[in-house]
């Protein structure tokens, strides 16, 4: 069984910046893809960024490209989002996944089924 917990969420203003972890536990291998999802209130759950096991390929949603940054360290289990120049629309509950089901796909990235593995959330919120 796999764990995610993720960490980093809180308050910023608009152009502030944020950093959010995931840390895996369990039987986790560094093959598994990496993925990030946020959730707005009244919204349904969006791909935000993924990155891959195999070959460290990464792919954003055209709304963060340029200002997040998605990381991963297999040694420590850990994946990072960087999120910098926030703006409002970025409010949103964050959660990382973990997907088992082989190489990364272009196409994969952002469907949620493909997933096995899921954090709680934390919440982000860019206010002014």
């Known amino acids: 069984q796999v764990q995610l917990v993720e960490t980093g969420g809180g308050s910023v203003q608009p152009g502030g910046s944020l950093r959010l972890s995931c840390v895996v536990s369990g039987e986790f291998d560094s093959a598994y893809t990496i993925g990030w999802f946020r959730q707005a209130p009244g919204k349904e759950r969006e791909g935000v960024s993924c990155i891959s096991g195999h070959d460290s390929s990464l792919y954003y949603t055209d709304s963060v490209k340029g200002r997040f940054i998605i990381s991963r360290d297999n040694a420590n289990k850990m994946a990072d989002l960087q999120m910098n120049d926030l703006k409002l629309d970025d409010t949103a509950t964050y959660y990382c996944?973990?997907?088992?089901?082989?190489?990364?796909?272009?196409?994969?990235?952002?469907?949620?089924?493909?997933?096995?593995?899921w954090g709680q959330g934390t919440q982000v919120t860019v206010s002014s």
């Open positions: 996944a973990a997907s088992a089901r082989g190489p990364l796909l272009a196409n994969l990235c952002f469907n949620q089924d493909w997933y096995q593995y």
